[in-house]
C-alpha cells in the first residue's frame, strides 16, 4: 500500500512562479524526503527532513512538515524550464527495523513553460 | 552520479522465459533496493538487501528473486517472465538506516525497461 499520497497529480505553470506540491501519509515517520525524476531517468535525491524538524530550506527548495497533520509540502520558488520533472515524497516509517526502506509517493508532474 | 549502473538497460523476452536484472554499485554501500514503476503506482519495493547474502521481501516479491554474493551486486530475477512484469526497473543504494541515526538518503541507477510480451 501507498504510504504517501501527493496532490496535485499534475502542475502546470509558468517560468518565474512558484510551484507547491503536497504529501500526505498515514504512519509514524522517522523522516520524509523529496526526490525528483526527469523523463527517463532515475531518482535523483532533493531534501530529507526529520520528524522533529518542521521546515527546511535548500536553495529554491522549502520543504515543510507537519506530523499532526501527516503532510509535507515542497515548495519550488521562481520556477525554471529546468524544474520540469515528476516530482515524490517517500517516508521512512518509524518503528521496527527499516533498513533504510522508504515508501514512495505516487508523484507530482510538474511542468514549467518558458 | 553515484556509482550505480544496471544492465541491460532494455530487454524484451517472452512469457514465461527467466530473465536477470544487474545492479552493480562502487559506491561499497551496504544496503541495496530493487523497486519497478508503473505509471499510477508510483515506486514499489520489491526486494532488498541489507548485507552480503542478506535480503528480504518488499510490497511486490511475488514472482521475483533476488541475490546478493557480493557487497556491489544485487542480481533480480524474474524466474518465469509474464505481461504484467512489464515495468521500469529500477535499482538503489544506501549508505545507512535511519536506526543507525545516518540519513538513509538512495541514490538511485538509470533503470531498466523489461517488456514481457
Known amino acids: 500500500s501507498q504510504q504517501g499520497e501527493e496532490d496535485p497529480q499534475a502542475l502546470s505553470i509558468q517560468e518565474g512562479e512558484n510551484a507547491t506540491m503536497n504529501c500526505s501519509y498515514k504512519t509514524s515517520i522517522n523522516n520524509l524526503q523529496w526526490y525528483r525524476q526527469n523523463s527517463g531517468r532515475g531518482l535523483v535525491h532533493l531534501i530529507l527532513?526529520?520528524?522533529?524538524?518542521r521546515e527546511k530550506h535548500s536553495g529554491r527548495l522549502r520543504v515543510t512538515l507537519d506530523t499532526s497533520k501527516k503532510s509535507s509540502s515542497l515548495l519550488i520558488t521562481a520556477s525554471r524550464a529546468a524544474d520540469t520533472a515528476s516530482y515524490f515524497c517517500a517516508t521512512d516509517d518509524a518503528g521496527g527495523t527499516s533498513y533504510g526502506k522508504l515508501t514512495f509517493g505516487q508523484g507530482t508532474i510538474l511542468t514549467v513553460h518558458p | 552520479d553515484a556509482g550505480i549502473t544496471q544492465s541491460p538497460r532494455h530487454k524484451v523476452t517472452e512469457t514465461g522465459t527467466p530473465v536477470t536484472l544487474r545492479c552493480h554499485q562502487t559506491?561499497?554501500?551496504?544496503?541495496m533496493y530493487w523497486y519497478r514503476q508503473d505509471p499510477g503506482h508510483g515506486l514499489r519495493l520489491i526486494h532488498y538487501s541489507y548485507g552480503v547474502k542478506d535480503t528480504d521481501k518488499g510490497e511486490v516479491s511475488d514472482g521475483y528473486s533476488v541475490s546478493r554474493s557480493k557487497t556491489e551486486d544485487f542480481l533480480l530475477t524474474l524466474e518465469s517472465a509474464t505481461s504484467s512484469q512489464t515495468s521500469v526497473y529500477f535499482c538503489?543504494?544506501?549508505?545507512?538506516?535511519?536506526?543507525?541515526?545516518?540519513?538513509?538518503?538512495?541514490?538511485f541507477g538509470p533503470g531498466t525497461r523489461l517488456t514481457v510480451l
Open positions: 538503489a543504494i544506501s549508505e545507512s538506516p535511519t536506526t543507525s541515526g545516518g540519513s538513509n538518503e538512495q541514490f
Open positions: 559506491e561499497n554501500h551496504r544496503y
Open positions: 527532513i526529520r520528524s522533529n524538524e
